[in-house]
Structures are given as C-alpha cells and as structure tokens.
C-alpha cells in the first residue's frame, strides 16, 4: 500500500455502476445465454477506461476497474474454474427474514431490470480447479494498461478476488464430503487469481464478507461457536492461498452485508476479530458509517486490536442516496485517526461496493460520484486537521 505521510488516501471497495449495455451482456452470459465474446470485450474495456477516469475526477487515491468485466464480486470464477453448474438457493438475511417487510423493501429497490442475482448462484457439482488463467491475466494487462495512460494522477491500482468461504457460502456444495474440504479446494485454486494479482504489482484486494456476513445467513440457526469455526477454516484457508504474497501488498475487506436493512443479526465485530486477525493482510478495510457499526471504531483505543495494520475506514454509507457533506465524513476520519493514534495509519473508502453484482443498484449512479467526490473532500479537510 502506498504511504503518504501528510494526508489521508482514499479509495473504494471495488464495484463501481455498469453501464446497461454492459449489464445486458453481463446477465445474460450468467443466465448461460450465448453472447458474442468481442462485443462483451469491447465493452468491458470501453467501460473500464471511463470509470477509471471518473475515479480520477472524483480525487480517487487508490483505483481499479470498477470490476466492469465481471458479473458480481464471486461469482464471474464459475467462468475461471471448473466444477460449477446448475442454480443454488442461497439462504435470506437472517434480520429481513424477521422484518418481512423489509424484504419486500429490498425486491422493490432492486427492480424488474436485469440483474445478477446472487441468491440463484451456479453451485459445485464437480471437482473445482483453476483451469483457465487466461482472463485474470488479461484483466491485470488490460488495468495496467489503463492505469498508465493515466500515470501520475494516482497513487496505486488494486484489483479484487473473493475469499473462499464467499465462494463456499453463495455458491452451494453438493460435491465435495463437507465444507471444510470444499473450502480448502477452494483456496487452493485461488492461489492463481491472488498470484496473478500480486505479480502484476497490483494491491490485492480479498472481499470476506462471509467472515461477519455468515453469522447471519448461512450460520442463522446455529450457535455462535459454529459460526466462529467456520471463520478460522476461511482464515486459514486465505492464508494458504496467500503464500508467497508479502502481506503490504494485501488488503482484506470485511462486511456485514451490502444491502439496506435492519442488520440487528450481524455479528459484533469484537467476536470475529480474534480469528480474523489472523489472516496476513497488511490492510484491513471495515465498514464504519453504517447505523450498525459506526460505533465500534471505539475497539481501536486498544493498541494491540489493530496491531501493525493499517485501517481503510468506511466513511461513507453504499446503500443510501444520501450524500454526505464533506464535513460528516471529515469528522469521521478525525475520530477514528484519534482513537488509532496515528493518522499516518489511517486511509478512507465507502462501507463496500456500489454494484456488487452486475444491476443490483441501491444508490443511483449520478449520487455514487457525488458521494465519491465528498469522500475526497472530506479526506482533505480531515488532512489538513490532522497534519496541519
């Protein structure tokens, strides 16, 4: 990760709005549709470029892709791997299920467009492998290609690729003799897409939202405990896959879901953070703004919670159109630099993606920019109060 020692970076999580042309290609190709494979490049790389200088624009530190060519945050391996096929039933959010009416809030914000939807994911009915590197190695040429056309206007570029367990919990096992097998399977074929990442100097990104997410979905019904062994089993396997990876090239995102509703079922970070901490990220970024968790930056006044890593902080809500004034977002990145006690430490992002899966939108794409922009505003004023 990059270190500038007189102001606070800021970055994202990696999603970033499709335009519908792309999102048309997208859905269809994850509805097994045959596509035409140029048109779907060429739109992958047109949208790419644009929303890499849109990141720019908006005064974006630490950029990527937008993940323009993938059809949501996990899924887009079952094109990568083998052993994938058919259509699973992902278990709903333990808190929508008890506000029903949350649920059908959550259908109506979705809409009737076309969409990835990533409760019907292809499941493991074969032996999974990375059989085809050829589109990782591609996405990092074709983002580094990108990223020096606009060399000297960033600070770092960072691609991002699943934990396992993500890809054990969304994407259901009815192959392998349990979970823990099926995960460790899982991570072994991950080491390609971390690699691939890492040797193209490129900041690798690995979204766990599985590791506080679960709790609530598919660990709803079953103790505390069960739902911690399964954190240390992901932990462990991330850092199997991880070997050879020095860890300040590695940044670790975990969520409790990025999606609006009531999230009084998620899990208290305080209890996954013993297991979590184990995995070899130099960076971990954790959802901060959000109503459910903007409280527990307070565990930070204890040095040795955060250890040696640095914090991305998220600043700013993904599942609300309101944009926060600068000022809002200044503040949160003073207090939490404080409590931390170092600011040099301290970087700012969103809670989590903008369009984790291809046409899922909660936040209309004219206010992503704008709360972008008041991101990096408000990263500056907070500079200038840290650093003077």
Known sequence: MPDTPNRILTTHAGSLPRPHSLVSLLTARYSGSAIETQALAQAVEAASRAVIKQQIEAGLDIINNGEMGRESFFTYLQHRMSGFGGTGTRPIM??????????????QAMGSDERVDLLKAPKAIGPVRY???????????????????????????????????????????????NLELYIQAIAEALQTEYRAIAAAGLILQIDAPDLALERHTLFQDKPLEDFLAFVRLVAAAINQALEGIPPEQVRLHVCWGNYEGPHDSDVPLEDIWPDVSQIKAGTIMLSLANPRHAHEYHLFKDPAFLGDRRLIAGVIETTTNYVEHPLVVADRIER?????????????????????????????????????????????????????
Not at 131 to 151: G, S, Y
Not at 163 to 175: K, T, V
Request: glycine share 10%; aromatic share 6%.
């Open 131 to 177: 059989v085809n590197p050829t589109p990782i190695e591609q996405e990092c040429r074709q983002l580094q290609a990108l990223l020096k056309e606009r060399e000297g206007r960033f600070q770092a570029g960072f691609m991002s690729a699943p934990s396992p367990g993500i890809i054990a919990a969304g994407m259901q096992n009815e192959h392998y003799e």
């Open 336 to 388: 939490i630099a404080q409590t931390v006690g170092d600011p040099h430490r301290i970087l700012a992002g969103p809670d989590c993606g903008f369009e984790t899966a291809a046409g899922s939108k909660m936040v209309v794409e004219q206010v992503v920019w704008a709360k972008l922009r008041s991101l990096t505003e408000g990263a500056a004023i907070a500079s200038q109060r840290l650093f003077g």
């Open 94 to 107: 333990a808190d929508l299920l008890r506000y029903p009416g949350s649920l059908e809030r959550r259908r």
